[in-house]
């Protein structure tokens, strides 16, 4: 056996070993132009070959083609392997973890005001009234004439409003309509009702006053109502949705469409009752108008005055949720800035 057959076996053995130990698809093409290439060891262990007994000959070249034919077969198997490990650790580095946390989804808040309207209705809901539902769209006839306040008369300037196409249509400025509706809705039966809804006003808009913003109507008509039971539900009410202790202020006022009337203060949270933009520097928040129904707007809704009284309240939606979340702005409340309405939705 010649020694260039043992050189052949023994580089094979060799470039075998060295296939096994490697790991990478460059590592494989730096072995196969070590061994196999051109200049390989392969290559240079048949140089001398020229110089050999010719009879050796065939048997140095069949054993040299042997050690090609199984190295270059060995090393398609090694890159096979390498290349799916590449594979492997590419998708597991760069794929999709069904462990991460998924991307937060903008949950929305309920807005302020709807958050205090539903507070209100709760707290006299669990008083025993009923949620009523009136309509936006008035006719002069339910915003004005019926509440005691005919054609001309003064006291409409104080609630200008918008005006429809249509003659005697319009938005309605407050939500005592409502309270014509239920009347003649349940008359003769006594009355419990709460009214929540839009209302609408045609002047400027200020820190305190919006052109559109909501009220809660309050209705209670029955024998027997006084002064007293009015009272007594006010402050239940202020409360429960301002808390233990606040104080309330009630003054004498003037609406057509009750009689006596006052306004309810709160002392302001806003300025601690120092006196602020927002209570025009009087300490006090107005949050309700309220009186005892008068006589013609209880005929109006069917009752007999000289059987049934009643009282009524209409209080500011949003000034209730400006005191409760100390909001110093009512413009916040629909200028859609969403910051506001992430920091004090509910
Ligand atoms: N409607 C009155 C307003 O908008 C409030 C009010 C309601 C006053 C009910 C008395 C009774 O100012």
Redo the contacts with the bound molecule.
Sequence with gaps: MSALVDKLKALQAEAEAKLSGLSTTAETEAWFRDFLGRKGALTNALQGIGQMPTEERPLVGKVANEVKVALTAALEARQATIADAEMEAALSAEGIDVTLPGRPQNVGKIHPSNAALRDINAIFTQMGFQVYDAPEVETDEMNFELLNMPDGHPARDMWDTFYTTTPGVLLR??T?PGQIHAMREYCPEPIRVVLPGKCFRYEDVTARSEMMFH?V?GLVVGPNITFSDLKGTVVAFANQMFGEGRKLRFRKSY?P??EP?VEVDVDCVLCGGKGCRVCKYTGWLEIM???MVNPMVLANGGYDPAVFSGY???MGVERSAMLKLGVDDIRYFFSNDVRFLERVGA
Excluded: L
Aim: glycine letters at 20%.
């Design positions: 400025t407050h005592s009220q109507e609406f469409f009750t009337s108008g309220a009186g009524a309240f209409g």
